[in-house]
């Protein structure tokens, strides 16, 4: 095992094959903090009865991190602690892109008070091209000698994250952790991973920047919290991105804790695409009897006629019916459906990129983090309080997103109007609000 295998982390000793020659540099970490009813896992944060978690003599262990290796009273962890040991290459930034006026104006922002080490937002609409308006903070960090992650919590968006880094940073070797990667760990200075990657992180970065943020899960798990808050140093600094911040960080900006920068256009200058409503009756019932509503056909139909298309439903239990039943409307279009736990999920929206198909049927997995250009959006069922008005509001977001065809259809499908939908359409109207303000004056 090489030492840098440790640098910023914390590696259970079970897990540490053999110690490096010189271990002279490793401290050791203890794993969980007993009290007198509960025991704190030191990895994830997490407070958990005592007799919940007991051992055989008096030992204990963390319940809620056992997928990253069982954390228990009889471990430790082996840490080092980062070095910034980095032979940074001449060329920093390769990216040969432009930046619009109010792209540089938060882009600027951003690499001041990344060079502060801030704890920082950036609200921007969904399609603002908040990727590149980091590479200017990125780049100057990594020129500073400092260590770089961007996390997110799906795997899809780190798959799609890395190859655009590789061509902005192109000589950096950069790391890509998620669940799915069966690649060795190696020490790198700028990192993409999931957030559920950080929780194996210590003190090891110097500025980190968590990309969709109001996404599930990291949204609402206290231990990716925890997570964020070990794996960046003592003083590093924050970047949260997202277009629908939740109330968590809605506060912490009212409350001057966190520094806010906003974009409510789009990279290409257009507003947000308004969602257009269609009342309906039973679909689900339709469906059982092979149909569809004829609406949501003929608008399918229209849209595949030049364009392709994304087509939402609540439930995994939704797309197989939904399949069938445009299988025999349109027979001369090829298309699959995808979900969380398809084993092929991965390898369909690549299929999809390359416009192997013309439309996918999907869940709330594609939600986000996904970028298929000139495409229309389609959501049956949009009023199931399975959709989030963050969820719809960046469902509504992958259309129009490309400067080709900057004002993409979103229909939505309903049998009534849900409080999620009415808030969706208020957020899209209250950025393009401000959107319109900055156009006209």
């Excluded at 921007?124 to 500073?144: C, H, N, Q, S, Y």
């Excluded at 020490?187 to 003190?203: A, N, W």
């Excluded at 679909?283 to 003929?298: A, D, E, I, S, V």
């Excluded at 969380?340 to 939600?367: C, H, N, W």
């Amino acid at each position: 095992m090489d030492i840098s295998e440790l640098y910023g982390r914390r590696v259970l000793c079970p897990q540490v094959e053999r110690l490096p020659i010189d271990g002279s540099q490793i401290q050791t970490l203890p794993t969980l903090k007993v009290g007198k009813k509960t025991i704190t896992c030191l990895r994830c944060g997490t407070i958990t009865n005592k007799q919940l978690t007991a051992m055989p003599n008096q030992q204990y262990y963390c319940p809620q991190c056992v997928t990253l290796g069982r954390v228990s009273t009889l471990d430790k962890f082996y840490h080092v602690p980062e070095p910034n040991q980095f032979e940074v290459p001449q060329r920093i930034l390769t990216w040969a892109g432009q930046l619009s006026p109010l792209q540089t104006k938060a882009s600027v922002m951003i690499k001041e008070r990344m060079g502060q080490h801030r704890h920082q937002l950036l609200w921007a609409v969904t399609g603002a091209g908040k990727t590149e308006m980091i590479f200017a903070g990125i780049a100057a960090a990594l020129k500073r000698g400092e260590r770089v992650a961007i996390a997110s919590p799906r795997v899809d968006v780190c798959l799609e994250l890395y190859p655009r880094l590789q061509v902005a940073f192109a000589d950096f070797s950069i790391a890509l952790l998620h669940g799915r990667e069966s690649q060795k760990y190696k020490y790198r200075q700028l990192t993409i991973c999931t957030t559920h990657q950080l929780l194996r992180f210590y003190h090891a970065f110097d500025n980190l920047i968590i990309d969709e943020v109001d996404s599930f899960p990291y949204a609402a798990n206290s231990a990716l919290l925890f997570a964020t808050k070990q794996a960046v140093k003592k003083n590093g600094g924050i970047l949260f991105m997202t277009a629908t911040p939740g109330k968590k960080l809605i506060r912490q900006i009212n409350k001057k804790k966190l520094m806010v920068s906003y974009l409510p256009l789009r990279y290409h200058g257009n507003l947000l695409p308004q969602i257009k409503i269609f009342l309906t009756s039973d679909w689900r019932k339709q469906l059982q009897r092979k149909r569809l509503p004829n609406k949501l056909l003929n608008e399918l139909m229209k849209t595949l006629a030049n364009y392709r298309c994304l087509l939402f439903v609540p439930h995994v239990s939704d797309l197989q019916p939904t399949f069938l039943c445009l299988q025999e409307a349109l027979t001369d279009k090829k298309f699959t459906t995808v979900h969380a736990a398809d084993p092929k999920r991965l390898e369909k929206v690549q299929q999809m990129r390359e416009g192997k198909y013309e439309f996918l049927i999907t869940t709330s997995i594609l939600e986000r983090g996904v970028t298929f250009p000139e495409i229309d959006v389609f959501v049956l069922g949009a009023d199931d309080p399975l959709f989030s008005s963050s969820a719809l509001v960046q469902i509504a977001g992958r259309a129009g997103r490309s400067v080709s065809r900057p004002t993409g259809k979103v229909m939505f499908w309903i049998q009534s109007y849900s409080r999620q939908v009415r808030e969706a359409q208020r957020q899209i109207a209250y950025m393009n609000r401000k959107g319109r303000r900055l156009l006209h004056g």
